[in-house]
Each structure stands twice: as structure tokens, then as C-alpha cells.
């Protein structure tokens, strides 16, 4: 089915009103997923709201709390996320962020103890949109691992995620990286099984390390695992996302003591740089055109499917569903309406 963004964005703040949100926590919190769903992150959306409810449950997940400075010297800011929602203590941290390295040209932060902290691009358009250039790195503990490592048959890391966003020739058209270092994000998986889909061939292994296209391999025990991105490079990439989340911002690594909790905490280090500490800014800007004009200008090899910059597809994305609308498939459907009459909230009789 199609629901409207803004109708969808109302039940998923009512829904987490009634889970124990402040107002401004809710918006925050349903703003970030609806926002995953309308550039086509239906993994990090609307499908994530059984996860954060039963996380609540359990205590893993701590509502209104914004976070907690823990240091903070020259460029450096340690930044403790309390277990809060992920979408509002890395926002907080990554206002910081913004705050330092707009005054001291660059800012390095560390973030630990977040719950999942959603789609990292959009700490990436938050630094954009600030006209400053932004690196991220971020590891996942608090579960049991997903993706091998290359030349590994059975699962040693998560998809540990990477950001680069940097802005753009005009404001609305920032450059941003965002993804998983695995050859795909769990939760695409997740949706995958979810709409009864097979997925391509060389994502996905079983248990005994056979190529698989069945999501489920993922989830049913014995469990199988996503291969990493590229071979291995995108082990390389994941395995230093783990190094510099992990253990250089401090949020602790997934070692088989930190799988146990059956949650999902994320811990990121992030770097913000002022460009214009660099290079003229008149020169960055036309020179970011320059490039992007010239490398988009590449011939495409199918007709209807010119070259893109990162980040254009989330944006075509976007424009998209804001008009038709965020397709939800009936499971996930199902499982946010079960998870929401837990709360007392009828969803079907909402959308009637
Ligand atoms: N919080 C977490 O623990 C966690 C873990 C893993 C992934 N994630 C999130 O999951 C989301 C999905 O990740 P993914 O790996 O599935 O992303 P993806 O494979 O859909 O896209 C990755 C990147 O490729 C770019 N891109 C796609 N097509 C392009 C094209 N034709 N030309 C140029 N650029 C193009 C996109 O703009 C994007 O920056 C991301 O937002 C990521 O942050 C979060």
C-alpha cells in the first residue's frame, strides 16, 4: 500500500508519544525515519518501529534522554549517548560538531553508547547544509554479527557503516556517501523477506557458507551471512569502521562479549571539517561544479540512466514518494500494527 508521508509521519510521532516521547523526541525520532523511507531507505524507516518499541521494553532503549558531553578539548568532543534514541543523541553530537569546526575550522567526535542511530547521511546533509565537509565511521554492537569477512564463512562483523558528505555547487544538491560496508544493509534484507523476494546472486551466505539467494538464511538458525562490499575492500573498510568506532571513539568493538543484549547500539567517529579554512570558497564552489559537470556528462550506457552524483538518488527518491506516496508492504505493515496495539493504538482504524 501507499501512505501519504506527512499521514505516516503523524502515526509514527503518536506512536512514539505513546511509548513514553517527549513531543519533541517523537518528531525527531519519526521526522529521521520517515525521512529514511521517503529517499528509499525503507530499511532504516517506519519498518524499524517494532525493533525501537521492544528495545524500550527490554531497557536497551532509554526515551528522552539527548545525550551527554563527557569531554571536550580543542577539536575533540566525547559525546555519550545514554542509550537514547540514535536519531536524537547523534544529531545533538553532530550539532556540536558543527558548533567546533565552524569555530575552530574541524571538530573530531566520538560517540558511544547510542541505540541505533538510523540513516547516517542525514548527520551528513546536517553538516552539508552547514557548508562543511563531514566523514563518518560507525560500528554496530549489541547483537550478534551478520557479514563475513572476506575469505570467512560464517559472520564476524555488522554492516558497519561509512558517510562522506560534502556540499555541493548549490545548497540542495550536496555530495553524500552513505553506506553499509556489507553488500547490503540488513534491514534491506529484512524487507526482502518481509515482501517474499529472492535476492541477487553474491550477497548473501548460509550457514555452511554456501552462496544463497534466500533472505531468510539471514534470520532462520543456523544462520548464514552477507558478504561484504567489493570483496575485500569492503571487509577492509568494515573491519576499520570497527577499529576507529569501536575502539578509537570508544563505543567497544563487536567481540562475542558485546553480541549478547539483543539490541542495537551504534558508536561513530566523526570528523567535521570548515573548508573554507582551506581554500577559497568562491574556487571550492566552482570547482565542485566544474567536475561535476564533467564527469555527469559521461555517456550513458542505458538511455533512461544518466550519470549520477551520491546522494541524487535519495533526492530523485524523494520528489518521488512525496507525491505517491512511501510503499509499505503488508508484513512490515502488520508487524507496526501489532507493535502499536501494544500500545493501544488501532492503525488500521487510523487509516480508514
Ligand atoms: N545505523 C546503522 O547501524 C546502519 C548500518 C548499515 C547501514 N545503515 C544505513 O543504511 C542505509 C542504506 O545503506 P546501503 O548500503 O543500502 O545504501 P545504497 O547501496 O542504497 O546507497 C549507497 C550510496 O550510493 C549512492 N548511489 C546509489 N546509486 C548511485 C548512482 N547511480 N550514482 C552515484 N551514487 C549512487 C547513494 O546516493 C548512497 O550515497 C544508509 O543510509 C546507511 O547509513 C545504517
Same mark, same amino acid.
Given at each position: 500500500m501507499l501512505?501519504?508521508? *506527512? /499521514?505516516?509521519?503523524?502515526? #509514527?510521532? /503518536? &506512536?512514539?508519544?505513546? =511509548?513514553?516521547? %517527549? @513531543?519533541e523526541e517523537a518528531e525527531v525520532?519519526?521526522?529521521?525515519? !520517515?525521512? #529514511?523511507?521517503?529517499?528509499? $531507505?525503507?530499511? $532504516?524507516?517506519?519498518?524499524? !518501529? @517494532?525493533?525501537? %518499541? /521492544?528495545?524500550? #521494553?527490554a531497557g536497551t532503549l532509554r526515551p528522552n534522554k539527548r545525550g551527554k558531553t563527557v569531554s571536550q578539548s580543542g577539536a575533540f568532543v566525547v559525546y555519550d549517548g545514554e542509550r537514547g534514541y540514535g536519531q536524537v543523541v547523534a544529531r545533538e553530537a553532530t550539532v556540536l560538531g558543527i558548533e567546533r569546526a565552524r569555530s575552530s575550522g574541524v571538530a573530531v567526535i566520538a560517540l558511544r553508547n547510542a541505540h541505533h542511530i538510523g540513516r547516517i547521511g542525514s548527520y551528513g546533509e *546536517?553538516?552539508? =547544509? =552547514?557548508?562543511?565537509v563531514s566523514l563518518f565511521f560507525v560500528n554496530v554492537t549489541g547483537h550478534r554479527p551478520y557479514v563475513a569477512p572476506h575469505r570467512g564463512r560464517d559472520a564476524r562483523l555488522s554492516t558497519n557503516p561509512v558517510c562522506i558528505a560534502v556540499p555541493g =555547487?548549490? @545548497?540542495?544538491?550536496? &555530495? &553524500?556517501?552513505?553506506m553499509a560496508t556489507s553488500k547490503l544493509a540488513v534491514g534491506k534484507v529484512r524487507v526482502a523477506a518481509n515482501q517474499g523476494q529472492k535476492l541477487a546472486p553474491g550477497v548473501l551466505i548460509d550457514s555452511a557458507g554456501r552462496p544463497t539467494t534466500d533472505p531468510q538464511a539471514l534470520f532462520e538458525a543456523p544462520s548464514g551471512a552477507l558478504l561484504p562490499l567489493a570483496e575485500h575492500k569492503g571487509y577492509a573498510l568494515s573491519f576499520l569502521c570497527e577499529l576507529l568506532a569501536g575502539v578509537v571513539a570508544g563505543g567497544g568493538t563487536l567481540k562475542p562479549e558485546n553480541q549478547a543484549s539483543d539490541t542495537i547500539t551504534n558508536a561513530m567517529l566523526a570528523f567535521i571539517v570548515d573548508p573554507d579554512r582551506l581554500v577559497n570558497p568562491d574556487w571550492f564552489r566552482t570547482e565542485i561544479e566544474a567536475i561535476i559537470d564533467y564527469v555527469t556528462a559521461s555517456p550513458p550506457v542505458g538511455v533512461s540512466e544518466p550519470v549520477l552524483l551520491p546522494g541524487d538518488p535519495e533526492r530523485q527518491q524523494r520528489a518521488k514518494r512525496i507525491a505517491e506516496g512511501v510503499p509499505i508492504d503488508s508484513a512490515t505493515w502488520a508487524q507496526i500494527s501489532e507493535a502499536a496495539r501494544g500500545l493501544g493504538l488501532d492503525l488500521d482504524a487510523e487509516l480508514d
Open positions: 501512505v501519504g508521508h *506527512q /499521514r505516516l509521519h503523524a502515526l #509514527a510521532v /503518536r &506512536i512514539f508519544r505513546l =511509548a513514553g516521547s %517527549l @513531543p525520532v519519526a521526522g529521521h525515519l !520517515i525521512e #529514511a523511507n521517503l529517499c528509499g $531507505h525503507d530499511s $532504516h524507516g517506519v519498518v524499524m !518501529i @517494532p525493533h525501537y %518499541l /521492544r528495545n524500550l #521494553a *546536517q553538516c552539508a =547544509a =552547514a557548508g562543511l =555547487a548549490v @545548497p540542495d544538491r550536496p &555530495i &553524500i556517501l552513505d
